[in-house]
């Protein structure tokens, strides 16, 4: 089992609908949730970092962590053109960063 | 966020030089830094972890006198390609662990191409 698993897509969507992105990890001492935007050729830009279980809000991004079934999910509001890119999720813990193959995300105009 | 800046962001050599990418961390100090590469359309892949003033820790099948780290201080980690061949032909990345400990931000990378 891959210590974390993300479905690549590529998945589209319209502008203005809402993008729910999810990945799940196997190693429980991962204790902290990063989520990544990469845009091609580029390197990756932090959008979210989560701790504890539960929601985190940061304008139109909600980063969902659920560690009893280790289950991490990212929400996209009101996507816009700008966000197609490729979205990592990233669990951290013991010096260490693991990243899942990434969720493309293409919003149509 | 933090800033972490990586030179050159792209680079072109001839097959059996050597070439050396520069990553720093512009607004904090790292004492952890991390070298990725990453190939078309596929995920990071870890290739070694850097810690300051001591030798770095690299994953299996990375070869260490081929690409050579050096953390010689709190803002900078320098990657080396020794004797590059067209398959180091790749985006490196590196990363730079904040202050906090728990919060990672990445360079914009480097493109090495190998001719």
């Known amino acids: 089992q891959k210590e974390v698993e993300q479905d690549p897509g590529p998945l589209s969507v319209p502008e203005g609908a809402i993008v729910s992105l999810n990945c799940t990890y196997s190693?429980?001492?991962?204790?902290?949730f990063m989520w990544y935007r990469q845009y091609s050729r580029k390197g990756p830009e932090l959008l979210m970092y989560?701790?504890?279980?539960g929601n985190k809000e940061d304008g139109r991004f909600t980063a969902q962590v659920d560690k009893s079934s280790k289950y991490i999910s990212l929400f996209i509001r009101d996507s816009q053109p700008s966000d197609s890119a490729t979205y990592l999720c990233a669990p951290y813990g013991n010096n260490r960063l693991a990243f899942g193959k990434g969720n493309q995300v293409v919003v149509i105009p | 966020g933090a800033v972490v800046s990586q030179h050159p962001s792209w680079v072109i050599c001839k097959s059996g030089t050597s070439v050396k990418i520069e990553c720093r961390s512009l607004?904090?100090?790292?004492?952890?830094m991390f070298w990725y590469r990453q190939f078309p359309k596929q995920s990071l892949m870890l290739m070694a972890t850097?810690?300051?003033?001591?030798?770095?820790?690299?994953e299996q099948g990375v070869e260490k006198d081929k690409f050579l780290i050096n953390h010689a201080s709190l803002t900078l980690s320098t990657l080396t390609v020794t004797s590059a061949h067209p398959e180091d032909s790749s985006f490196y990345i590196c990363s730079a662990r904040a202050g906090d400990g728990n919060t990672i931000y990445f360079g914009e990378g480097s493109w090495l191409t190998v001719v």
């Open positions: 190693n429980s001492a991962f204790q902290y």
């Open positions: 607004d904090f100090q790292a004492t952890t």
């Open positions: 850097s810690n300051e003033g001591s030798k770095a820790t690299y």
């Open positions: 989560t701790y504890s279980s």
